[in-house]
């Protein structure tokens, strides 16, 4: 626990219980991350239906501008029909006063292929149904004026102008007359649809330019107060954390810090308190430590005094082994040198009944084998096993 303390002080990371943490968070009501969270959420929300609503405004002026222009198409697609309708008249009225067959085949042709052409456009075009009513019933009058210009095309090669000017006056005229009032009455509608659709989409434009403002105005007044009342309390707490956590750092490992804010920085307070404790008990152990240590120096060092009395290499290294395990209190020391040909590592002495009784049997190991002793010859390196037996 000490050293999770201090290791966590100095900024090093450190393993903590997991029940812990998660009881320490259980305690926490509202922490910071809950805190900034409901804000970043609310503002998002916020934000997301603004620009919802900015979308939704342009999509509606979009599509109010796309049926303005296919109401303007249909407008000119009729305006056209209306003037071919004209043209057609003229140049039959004028075949018929030069009582010339040839204008069959060329002025009356182009004002037919500009009527097929706007009236094709105009069922491509589709619309609403009563405006789709129109332009069927303006195709039956079209189809029967066809059928018409077919017989006056007939009369006219054979130069039958007498019954040319009658069908003239009593089909040709009357078809093209009818035509005409549904252009009109279907240029009127796509006068009102324009008017009503440009109504409708300034209409949405202020309705959406009042939300936004609305929002615009709610999101401030909650991006105020949450300063006001969430911001405001935790940059007071953060400054007197980092107050205390000073006078701490500065050697006042007595100084508690008292914050109560029911959230992660009251927790980090509670912890710094802690790690002050803690460290203030390290630092009261340090002196038993260091004479711990020097005592252990010493120990070596009697050890290398020892092996300088001794001559007889049998006896150092067993006056060897003895010194180390009483000095350092291990339950067993044993030497292993190698043999002259470097196959074998061979005890040389052994504490205890149990060195002995090897020793007597000339217990040896392979360099190289599957002990721990084989390994650490052969690979001459140090090799530290929790437990030996298994090795």
């Known amino acids: 626990m000490r050293n999770m303390k201090?290791?966590?002080m100095f900024g090093f990371k450190a393993e903590t219980p997991g029940a812990d943490s998660?009881?320490?968070?259980a305690r926490i009501r509202w922490s910071i991350a809950y805190k900034l969270t409901?804000?970043?959420?609310?503002?998002?929300?916020?934000?997301?239906?603004?620009?919802?609503?900015?979308?939704?405004?342009?999509?509606?002026?979009?599509?109010?501008?796309?049926?303005?222009?296919?109401?303007?198409?249909q407008r000119?697609?009729?305006?056209?029909?209306?003037?071919?309708?004209?043209?057609?008249?003229?140049?039959?009225?004028?075949?018929?006063?030069?009582?010339?067959?040839?204008?069959?085949?060329?002025?009356?042709?182009?004002?037919?292929?500009?009527?097929?052409?706007?009236?094709?456009?105009?069922?491509?075009a589709g619309g609403e149904p009563e405006t789709l009513d129109l332009i069927s019933e303006m195709q039956e009058s079209y189809s029967d004026l066809l059928q018409v210009v077919s017989e006056v095309n007939v009369l006219a090669r054979q130069e039958r102008w007498t019954e040319v000017n009658v069908v003239l006056e009593q089909e040709v005229e009357p078809v093209n007359k009818q035509?005409?009032?549904?252009?009109?009455?279907?240029?009127?509608?796509?006068?009102?649809?324009v008017k009503t659709v440009t109504s409708r989409a300034q209409a949405t434009v202020w309705r959406a330019g009042l939300l936004l403002v609305i929002l615009t105005a709610l999101t401030t007044a909650i991006a105020l107060g949450w300063r006001q009342?969430?911001?405001?309390?935790?940059?007071?707490?953060?400054?007197?954390?980092?107050?205390?956590?000073?006078?701490?750092?500065?050697?006042?490992?007595?100084?508690?810090?008292?914050?109560?804010?029911?959230?992660?920085?009251?927790?980090?307070?509670?912890?710094?308190?802690?790690?002050?404790d803690e460290l203030f008990s390290v630092i009261g152990s340090l002196e038993q430590r260091v004479a711990d240590r020097t005592r252990g120096l010493q120990a070596a060092a009697e050890v290398a005094s020892a092996t300088t009395l001794v001559l007889d290499p049998d006896e150092l290294l067993q006056q060897v082994v003895n010194l180390v395990r009483e000095r350092f209190?291990?339950?067993?020391v044993g030497l292993f040198l190698l043999d002259e040909e470097r196959q074998f590592a061979v005890l040389r002495a052994g504490t205890g009944e149990a060195g002995q009784e090897m020793l007597a049997q000339k217990h040896a190991l392979r360099v190289g084998?599957?002990?721990?002793?084989?390994?650490?010859?052969?690979?001459?390196?140090?090799?530290i096993a929790l437990d030996v037996g298994k090795e």
Not at 59 to 73: H, M, P
Not at 179 to 193: G, P
């Open 6 to 8: 201090v290791a966590r």
């Open 22 to 25: 998660r009881s320490g968070l």
């Open 38 to 73: 409901a804000a970043s959420i609310l503002m998002i929300m916020l934000t997301l239906l603004a620009g919802g609503v900015g979308l939704w405004q342009v999509l509606t002026i979009g599509q109010a501008i796309s049926e303005v222009r296919a109401k303007e198409q």
């Open 76 to 124: 000119a697609h009729s305006l056209e029909l209306l003037a071919a309708g004209q043209r057609l008249i003229t140049s039959l009225d004028r075949m018929l006063l030069t009582q010339n067959p040839a204008l069959m085949s060329t002025d009356v042709p182009v004002s037919l292929g500009t009527l097929i052409f706007h009236m094709e456009a105009l069922q491509e």
């Open 179 to 193: 035509m005409n009032l549904f252009i009109r009455r279907l240029v009127q509608r796509a006068d009102q649809d």
């Open 229 to 276: 009342f969430v911001f405001r309390d935790l940059i007071l707490s953060v400054t007197e954390l980092r107050q205390g956590v000073a006078r701490i750092v500065s050697g006042d490992l007595e100084h508690k810090i008292d914050i109560k804010t029911g959230d992660e920085i009251e927790e980090l307070g509670a912890e710094f308190n802690k790690m002050a």
């Open 329 to 332: 209190d291990l339950y067993y």
């Open 369 to 383: 084998g599957d002990s721990m002793i084989g390994q650490c010859t052969f690979r001459t390196e140090a090799r």
